[in-house]
């Protein structure tokens, strides 16, 4: 079994920066696409941010130029870079990846509990 923690959450004034990390943990897997949601009350599930196994990144226009998403392969961890933070990024943030067991050579998707980012005015 494949589980995904985040860490990293708090809270923060806008402007400010922080940094997330979601790493996964099992036996027998690889990870394929990995990426970020962050859910608001009342908001829909999107990825805001993916990254592919071979490091190609993909971002919405919300938080292009200021999220910068990255992976180590070896740890099977990704990390989110949030800078210049604004209130509206306030959100539980869920690690999302596309996991492939090997020993039954299909793909699920997998998220974390989630990590709560608060940015105050």
């Known amino acids: 079994q494949v589980q995904l923690v985040e860490s990293g959450g708090g809270s923060v004034q806008a402007g400010g920066s922080l940094r997330l990390s979601c790493a996964a943990s099992g036996s027998g897997f690889s990870i394929n696409a990995m990426g970020w949601d962050p859910q608001a009350p009342g908001k829909q599930r999107e990825l805001v941010t993916t990254i592919s196994s071979g490091g190609n990144t993909n971002y919405a226009d919300s938080v292009k130029g200021r999220f910068t998403i990255s992976r180590d392969n070896a740890k099977n961890t990704v990390y989110l870079q949030m800078n210049s933070l604004k209130p509206e990024d306030t959100a539980t943030y869920y690690c999302?990846?596309?996991?492939?067991?090997?020993?039954?050579?299909?793909?699920?998707?997998?998220w974390g509990q989630g990590t709560l980012v608060i940015v105050s005015p």
């Open positions: 999302y990846g596309e996991i492939l067991r090997w020993y039954m050579g299909t793909t699920l998707d997998a």
